[in-house]
């Protein structure tokens, strides 16, 4: 996944699931789907639809989420 590339892209809703849950390392199916959706990327997914995140993309994520609790506003 290039969630840092994407971020722009995904709807509001999408960056505040992944801000909520920034220790996730495995995006579940239905996010997955969503991202594809929104972003036109076709994400590798596991035998059950689900993405593992890159420590890239989870670092990403957690940074957008301290942003977030530091201004106590979604960050986008």
Request: proline share 5%.
């Amino acid at each position: 996944m290039h969630i840092k590339e994407q971020w722009h892209l995904l709807d509001p809703t999408t960056q505040q699931w992944l801000m909520d849950n920034p220790g996730c390392m495995v995006l579940p199916r239905t996010l997955t789907s969503i991202f594809n959706k929104e972003t036109s990327e076709n994400a590798d997914v596991d035998v059950h639809g689900e993405s593992v995140l890159t420590a890239e993309d989870r670092d990403f994520i957690q940074a957008k989420a301290r942003e977030a609790t530091a201004s106590g506003a979604p960050a986008e």
